[in-house]
């Protein structure tokens, strides 16, 4: 077993003295502060602003100047609003906002871009057609993206608006995607001395974190206007290479820093007891060696894994057994509570069987283009059913009228004013919503036959909310007709841009269809697991949290493939040449990925942490584990 060190509490305090030092009004100066699991990042970033108020406040706010902090989520926003406080001197903003607020007055640039842009995206896919297999899924992708482009390019020909919503689908020709909006933030600061010269007079700092997600390209923009600006301008980079969840981050982000940034160091871990501490360090050895110190004042703290058979029929009993066994073992009562647990899992189906939505799930994760925006309940397909279609049956359900019109006034083209103004039934405006939302109800939406198909048949007759491109397949055309997102296709394959999605898989098309075949009431609990309300959280949800009881779960056998293959991580399976490849070549495989994943959820534990893991081949497993020393022979239990 690896041993750990200790040290004081106040070991890394030196780390806030050097930020402090970076966060100078008269010479602003660049610094990375990236370290592990649970060292006190976000404390620090606290503190950064805290000091910074208490020193240099009242002056930068007189000259109208302002430190950006950006985020990757909205949540992460608002947890950090909550711990620093609302101030107008900290403008705190996901990174989508913040660029967008930035762009969003240059139509015309814009426009130019996008003209620049699309016809050699549009040559690109002409030539991969050209040479690629015909009547291939991708084939057929590329056709469809061709032709979206080309109506795009279509309707640039005049001068046009546009639009974007950092939170949610972006519908409609003028309106700009996701990555689109990224990319052009990245192009404007790369090129627009204007826009180069607000940044720096307006924000001469700008901290980001969790920037081990932040797109890849929109970093290296800033990595040059900090280059450029030296002396007037800052960047404070945040994060942890391996916490590293979303592909768009960038994979080489340590070897972009300049020499003359600072880089404080944060080497103690406050959150959790010793033995996490300790395997957290293993977890990460082989990544970048590397490790962490345990608080000196730290509990020993109790790790556990307990092997079973993957063919175990009832696994929630089991896992119960596991909770008692670990309230007997650490002599804490609250682990038989299951509300006292956090529970996590690598493998997404298994949630899903267990919540009840694993038919869509599963049809759905037949296109592993999909695959990410499937885990983060971002793709707007899905969106149209659990953001439009389920708050409104719920509300409709209550008979809460208010709570009706207040949704489809914030989302239905029905309620916008020029659609109520235009109605054929001037005497009852609100007629067709009524009809909608009762034709809704009446197909009973909680019944198992009732499919995700007839809902958005009755969605796009009623023209309750607007169709998404994935589906307007799947509808009659005038209905469909409403929304032309010619992003989101691509926007969905942008999504996933890893080794995996290379696989053969089938089209995308036919992974909707059967999506569509499936019960439509799955919709809830799904849009429960995403947005971590259930029980179970997800990975990317656990991010930045701590939980005083965790158990991790990891289960190959409904895995359906090789995204998460702990047992390969374990040793337990041999490496495929594919992952002998990526390993020698440090590259992002499927069992790097795994590994990042397990380090994130088991170093979310305070207290105690028990994994279990359901294998085909308990023996090599255990045999495994006690090989790569991760776990002490009395620490691993068959069950
Ligand atoms: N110097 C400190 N003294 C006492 N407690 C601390 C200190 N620094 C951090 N902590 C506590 O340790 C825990 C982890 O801190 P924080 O969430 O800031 O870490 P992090 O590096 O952002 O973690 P992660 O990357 O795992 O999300 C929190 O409970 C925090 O209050």
């Not at 814009?110 to 016809?119: G, H, R």
Request: a negative charge; one cysteine or more; charged letters at 25%.
């Amino acid at each position: 077993m690896v041993e750990i060190e200790t040290a004081p509490p106040d070991f890394d305090d030196g780390a806030d003295a050097t930020i402090r030092e970076c966060l100078n009004p008269a010479a602003p100066k660049s610094f990375f502060l990236y370290a592990g699991a649970g060292s006190g990042k976000t404390r620090s970033l606290k503190n950064a602003l805290d000091g910074f108020r208490d020193a240099h406040g009242a002056a930068f706010r007189r000259l109208g100047k302002k430190i950006a902090v950006i985020t990757y989520t909205n949540a992460a926003a608002d947890e950090i609003a909550e711990r620093v406080g609302q101030d107008s001197l900290f403008p705190i903003s996901t990174i989508h906002s913040f660029c967008w607020r930035h762009i969003e007055t240059y139509h015309s640039d814009i426009q130019a871009w996008l003209l620049e842009t699309l016809p050699a995206n549009l040559t690109d896919l002409h030539e991969k057609q050209t040479k690629g297999r015909a009547g291939t899924k991708a084939a057929l992708d590329r056709e469809r993206a061709i032709a979206s482009t080309t109506r795009r390019l279509e309707w640039l020909s005049l001068p046009r608006r546009f639009t974007y919503n950092p939170n949610g689908d972006n519908f409609g020709q003028d309106s700009l995607s996701h990555s689109e909006v990224l990319k052009i933030t990245a192009a404007f600061i790369e090129t627009k001395p204007s826009m180069r010269t607000v940044l720096v007079n307006k924000y001469p700092l700008l901290l980001i974190d969790e920037s081990q997600d932040t797109n890849k390209t929109l970093l290296e923009a800033f990595f040059s206007l900090a280059a450029a600006n030296q002396g007037k301008f800052g960047i404070g980079l945040f994060g942890d290479t391996m916490q590293r969840i979303f592909l768009d981050g960038h994979p080489e982000l340590e070897r972009l820093v300049p020499d003359s940034w600072a880089r404080p160091v944060k080497r103690l871990n406050h959150r959790s007891p010793q033995r996490v501490v300790a395997l957290g360090n293993v977890l990460r050895a082989p990544i970048d060696g590397q490790y962490q110190l345990a608080r000196d004042d730290s509990d020993a703290g109790i790790v556990r894994l307990f092997v079973a058979s993957s063919t175990t029929p009832d696994k929630p009993s089991l896992e119960q057994r596991v909770r008692d066994r670990m309230a007997d073992l650490c002599g804490d009562p609250e682990w038989r509570d299951e509300a006292e647990v956090k529970t996590l899992t690598l493998e997404h189906h298994m949630a899903a069987s267990r919540r009840g939505f694993l038919e869509m799930f599963q049809a759905l994760d037949r296109d592993s283009r999909l695959s990410t925006g499937l885990r983060t309940g971002e793709i707007a397909g899905l969106r149209l059913f659990t953001e439009r279609v389920a708050p409104l049956v719920a509300a409709a359900r209550a008979k809460d009228e208010f709570a009706v019109m207040a949704h489809l006034r914030a989302t239905s083209p029905l309620l916008q004013r020029s659609a109520v103004a235009q109605s054929t039934n001037p005497d009852d405006p609100l007629l067709p919503i009524r009809l909608g939302v009762n034709a809704l109800l009446a197909l009973n939406p909680d019944s198992p036959t009732t499919t995700f198909l007839s809902i958005l048949e009755c969605v796009a007759e009623h023209r309750l909310f607007e169709i998404p491109a994935a589906l307007q397949p799947f509808v009659a055309d005038e209905a469909g007709a409403a929304a032309t997102d010619v992003e989101a296709i691509a926007d969905e394959e942008e999504m996933d841009t890893d080794e995996e999605a290379t696989e053969p898989s089938p089209a995308s098309l036919e992974a909707w269809r059967a999506f569509l075949e499936t019960p439509y009431r799955q919709a809830v609990p799904y849009a429960e697991y995403v947005s971590d309300r259930g029980p179970f959280g997800t990975h990317q949800g656990v991010k930045g949290l701590e939980f005083e009881r965790v158990l991790v779960i990891l289960d190959d056998s409904d895995a359906r493939g090789f995204l998460f293959s702990y047992e390969k991580l374990f040793g337990a399976k041999p490496l495929s040449d594919t992952d002998r490849k990526h390993v020698a070549d440090a590259t992002d495989g499927g069992i790097t990925r795994t590994r990042r994943l397990l380090y994130v959820t088991c170093t979310r534990a305070e207290k105690s942490l028990a994994l279990v893991t359901y294998t085909e081949d308990p023996d090599a497993l255990v045999a495994a584990v006690l090989r790569n020393e991760w776990f002490d022979p009395d620490e691993v239990e068959r069950l």
